[in-house]
């Protein structure tokens, strides 16, 4: 069985850092493209970064770029995403998602497998 569960969530002040981990199982995840999106309350689900099969493309939410950063432990079936010089606009829902193909599209439609969800806090 397919699944992803992401981790790391939680409260932290402007300005701090939160790790984020999406660990697969019943899939090797290192085949698979990842992507994180998120959701805050009242707004659309949005892109936020993607990691392409074997880390040859990375892309992120030029909302994000330059304090967030994605990668694979392919040890340990997993991707992070590092978040740092939080923002309060940065609180939402962290999903990481992937699918059975290549290319890593910015849209949620393109993405077959969802975790639940990680809740991130931005408050001082």
């Known amino acids: 069985q397919v699944q992803l569960v992401e981790s790391g969530g939680g409260l932290v002040q402007p300005g701090g850092s939160l790790r984020l981990s999406c660990a697969a199982s019943g899939f090797t995840l290192e085949e698979y493209p990842v992507a994180w999106f998120r959701q805050a309350p009242g707004k659309e689900r949005e892109f936020v970064a993607s990691?392409?099969?074997?880390?040859?493309?990375?892309s992120y939410a030029d909302s994000v770029k330059g304090r967030f950063t994605i990668s694979r432990d392919n040890a340990k079936n997993t991707v992070y995403l590092q978040m740092n010089s939080l923002k309060p606009e940065d609180t939402a829902v962290y999903y990481c998602?992937?699918?059975?193909?290549?290319?890593?599209?910015?849209?949620?439609?393109?993405?077959?497998?969802w975790g639940q969800g990680t809740q991130v806090t931005v408050s001082s």
């Open positions: 990691i392409s099969m074997g880390a040859y493309t990375i």
């Open positions: 998602v992937s699918r059975p193909s290549p290319g890593a599209p910015r849209t949620a439609a393109g993405y077959d497998y």
